[in-house]
């Protein structure tokens, strides 16, 4: 090999994006979510497996999965919500943006059956979020985790888990727990007090591919009009 | 050949057996008998109790079936029908039940049901139509037979005997050993048909020297004609055909010189084209009722494979499925089946049957079954590199089936509007799964929509999320506490304390056209245990409602 042929290898080694590139074969490992400080704080975005996020009431949880959800639908991707407490509300997710036609909604009676559902959806392939709603509710063998941790990272789809606790347990790559920082009312004790928002943040709890830090990033959650 | 009618015509040699034998082809190799419907005897004789065989305790009948055998007969019914075999040990047509059970034991007498006769024929239809936009389906001296324009035919093939040869095959890979013939006229093809033992070709103006040599009976004469024309010794089209026409017409009348005209091959009788169908419908009556789920399963794998083999010729796929259950109670069940995305294969199509049947098994066992498929154009859909495609339409249809029978049909779709003002109010509606192009604009950021909230006293390193509402379905009963005209205290189910914040009220009267008016006055509270809520006081019912918290 020439000393000119291994000086141009070497500069294409060091160009951004080259180096980056991943072979064709290999499985999908992130998918980015488009709203940088999130992917900077995970990394590069959501983990092609189960992620969980976790918050009490009122803490932005469902805010942040309508924003991932808005996201990938503008994307033209496809969406599944499991929504085992029947609380989306589809008015406020398309005013944050959700291209509804694009989200499949399922509504389970049970946590048995809402994995069942999440195990199906996922196994179909095509939609690259699967938000489950599972609220206060827990459950779930390690077996069923497992199965959707790799379903969802053969298809490259990533599996986001929404919760009062943690559900997935060892088996979620990623966790993300929310916390309320500040409710902001306005003009109160005026002839028209307004509710104006949330203020939250986001800590990263555990991640397999972007370092723990005690940070996280501000997640500002408005009142919509 | 170039402006001259060339017909077609298409002809099952006994046609009621190889009905049922395409629904059913498990009484292949096995004596058969079939004996015609008849409208009114639907007296259901039991029989065979030997028949009955228990498994252990449950008493469950095999195969899932009751044992009872369902038979729209009588001994007087008359065999109509035979397979080679049942002919083999001596059975006979026009034999009576009685008379053919005598001869044969083993002998399987079924009855043919109209539908699954209507079903074979359609089919028959269907292969001619691969061939020609003109297809006519006649029944002629009690058989049916399906015609179709062969005009133009060179545009396709050869010659019009290979053209007949891959309209027989195509009908034998429905299951109908069909023989074709091309003539003239719908006589003369029909004629060429069922003399071929396959495919048989008369050519232009060979019809006169092709017909001599038949049995006058192939140009159904009727009875007192047939009984005078034997009177005279006439065996053959060519002896009729060698008298002067005068004669005839002086001797027979107007039937005599029609007769004579048939035996030149003669038949002015346009081709009446029938309309493409639409639905597609394939039936099959059972010999014995189904109690239980595999067993029926089973069935209607076959006939949904008939189902898609047909829709296959068109072209076409199924947009939606009607099932229909014949009960053996007299009852019936009809459902109209979804499905996700158009499809023509069979696995799918029987994944959302399947899927069905667990959910909502019927509750009596199964007497006859029929199933519906509404066809439609799939539509070519090209595909972008730069988009993503979403799921294949056929997994996307067995998933939708699969979740459906878990949730129940109305617990899974897409959000739709719904018809009505009420801010809670929610519809769901079929999801299709077409991914729209991607926003170029967009990019896919989430933009906040709260007017001038976190523009400047925000970090910059923050995610921005509109609120959402989770909604509480039905709204929650909410107990107030008011001090001095506020309120104070909010208690509900699961969730409650006192009211920090306060924002409203927002007054909402709607639907004062309908029935049901509603007048709500909305507010925002945040209570003491960290949630901040959307409640309303129901001013109609005079009740306090909570429909959801932000978050």
Do not use: K, V
């Given at each position: 090999m020439s000393s000119n042929t291994a000086a141009v290898l070497e500069h294409l080694k060091l160009t951004p994006g080259l180096s980056a590139l991943a072979p064709l074969e290999a499985p999908r490992q992130y998918i980015e979510t488009r709203l940088p400080h999130l992917d900077a704080l995970l990394g590069g975005g959501l983990p092609c497996t189960v992620t969980e996020l976790v918050g009490a009431r009122s803490s932005g949880r469902t805010a942040l999965a309508h924003a991932l959800a808005a996201s990938m639908t503008k994307a033209g991707e496809l969406v599944a919500c499991v929504d085992l407490p029947d609380a989306f509300d589809p008015e406020h997710a398309a005013l944050a943006g959700v291209r509804l036609p694009q989200i499949l909604w399922v509504r389970p009676q049970d946590v048995r059956t809402a994995l069942r559902v999440t195990e199906h959806v996922v196994a179909a392939g095509g939609f690259r979020l699967v938000l489950l709603d599972l609220d206060q509710h827990r459950g779930g063998s390690p077996a069923v985790w497992l199965r959707l941790a790799r379903t969802a990272t053969r298809n490259g789809t990533a599996v986001v888990a929404l919760g009062a606790q943690r559900t997935a347990g060892a088996f979620a790559s990623l966790s993300l727990e929310i916390s309320r920082q500040r409710v902001s009312f306005s003009h109160q004790g005026g002839p028209c007090p307004l509710f104006d928002g949330l203020d939250g943040r986001v800590r990263l709890c555990k991640s397999r591919q972007a370092p723990l830090n005690d940070v996280g990033a501000c997640l500002v959650v408005p009142a919509v009009a | 050949m170039a402006g001259m009618a060339r017909i077609g015509c298409l002809w099952v040699p006994q046609l009621p057996l190889a009905a049922l034998h395409r629904v059913d082809p498990a009484i292949q190799g096995r004596p058969v008998a079939i004996v015609e419907g008849a409208e009114g005897l639907t007296r259901r004789r039991t029989e065979g109790?030997?028949?009955r065989r228990t498994e252990g305790l449950t008493r469950r009948r095999t195969e899932g079936t009751t044992g009872r055998r369902a038979e729209?007969?009588?001994?007087?019914s008359v065999v109509r029908a035979l397979s080679v075999e049942a002919e083999e040990v001596g059975v006979r047509l026009r034999m009576t039940v009685a008379q053919a059970r005598a001869v044969c034991d083993e002998l399987l007498v079924r009855v043919i049901d109209g539908e699954t006769m209507q079903g074979a024929i359609a089919t028959l239809a269907d292969v001619a139509q691969t061939v020609s936009a003109r297809v006519e389906v006649a029944e002629v001296a009690g058989d049916w037979v399906v015609f179709f324009d062969c005009a133009g035919s060179a545009m396709l093939c050869a010659s019009e005997g290979e053209l007949a040869s891959i309209v027989g095959a195509r009908a034998e890979q429905q299951g109908l050993p069909a023989w074709v013939g091309v003539a003239d006229s719908k006589l003369a093809a029909r004629v060429a048909a069922r003399e071929s033992g396959g495919v048989g070709v008369i050519l232009p103006r060979e019809t006169a020297a092709r017909f001599a040599p038949l049995p006058i009976e192939l140009l159904d004469p009727d009875p007192t004609l047939a009984a005078t024309l034997t009177s005279w010794g006439l065996r053959r089209i060519g002896d009729l055909m060698a008298l002067p026409a005068g004669a005839v017409a002086h001797r027979l009348g107007p039937s005599g010189s029609q007769l004579l005209r048939r035996a030149r091959g003669e038949d002015d009788t346009p081709l009446r084209a029938r309309a493409t169908p639409h639905t597609f419908t394939e039936t099959v009556q059972l010999e014995y009722a189904i109690e239980r789920l595999e067993p029926l399963v089973f069935v209607m794998r076959r006939l949904i494979d008939c189902l898609a083999r047909r829709l296959a010729l068109h072209g076409l796929a199924c947009a939606s499925l009607e099932l229909r259950l014949h009960l053996d109670g007299g009852g019936r069940v009809v459902r109209h089946l979804a499905v996700a995305a158009p499809t023509a294969e069979s696995k799918t199509l029987l994944t959302v049957v399947r899927a069905y049947l667990e959910c909502e098994p019927p509750g009596q066992a199964v007497q006859g079954v029929g199933i519906a498929g509404e066809a439609v154009r799939i539509r070519p859909a090209q595909l972008d590199f730069f988009q993503p495609s979403g799921p294949a339409p056929a997994v996307l249809a067995a998933t939708i089936a699969r979740i459906a029978a878990l949730c129940g049909p109305d617990r899974v779709g897409a959000p739709a509007q719904a018809t009505s003002h009420r801010p809670d109010a929610v519809a769901m509606g079929p999801f299709k799964g077409e991914v729209v192009p991607r926003d170029p604009s967009g990019a896919g950021r989430c933009r906040e929509t709260?007017?001038?909230?976190?523009?400047?006293?925000?970090?910059?390193s923050s995610i921005h999320a509109p609120v959402a509402l989770r909604a509480f379905r039905p709204p929650a009963v909410l107990s107030i506490f008011k001090n001095a005209g506020k309120l104070d205290y909010v208690r509900g189910p699961g969730f409650g304390g006192r009211v920090v914040h306060v924002a409203g009220p927002w007054k909402l009267r709607g639907e004062w056209w309908g029935d049901d008016p509603f007048a709500r006055e909305y507010y925002d509270v945040e209570l003491s245990d960290g949630g901040v809520y959307r409640i309303y006081h129901?001013?109609?019912?005079?009740c306090w409602r909570a429909d959801g918290v932000y978050d």
């Open positions: - | 109790l030997t028949r729209h007969l009588t001994g007087r709260g007017p001038g909230y976190g523009s400047s006293s925000t970090p910059a129901d001013l109609r019912r005079r």
